[in-house]
């Protein structure tokens, strides 16, 4: 997955201007936020089956 398909897929899931990907640690990240995931070098796909493990509601039509 491509880092523009997470975010296309966050924008999806939580709304345009949302907050999520600076503002939200998950504990499958180890603590970090999407932001700090990427900045990381965590992959993308690896990161968005982390949102959707935390999230499973809000992501469900854009599951894997």
Known sequence: MRI???RERLTLSFGVG???PVDIALSELGSKT???AL???L??????KAVCKAHPKETE???Y
């Open 4 to 6: 523009s398909d997470l």
């Open 18 to 20: 949302s907050h999520f």
């Open 34 to 36: 999407v932001n700090e």
């Open 39 to 41: 900045d990381a070098g």
């Open 43 to 48: 992959e993308a796909d690896e990161i968005w």
């Open 61 to 63: 039509k854009y599951r």
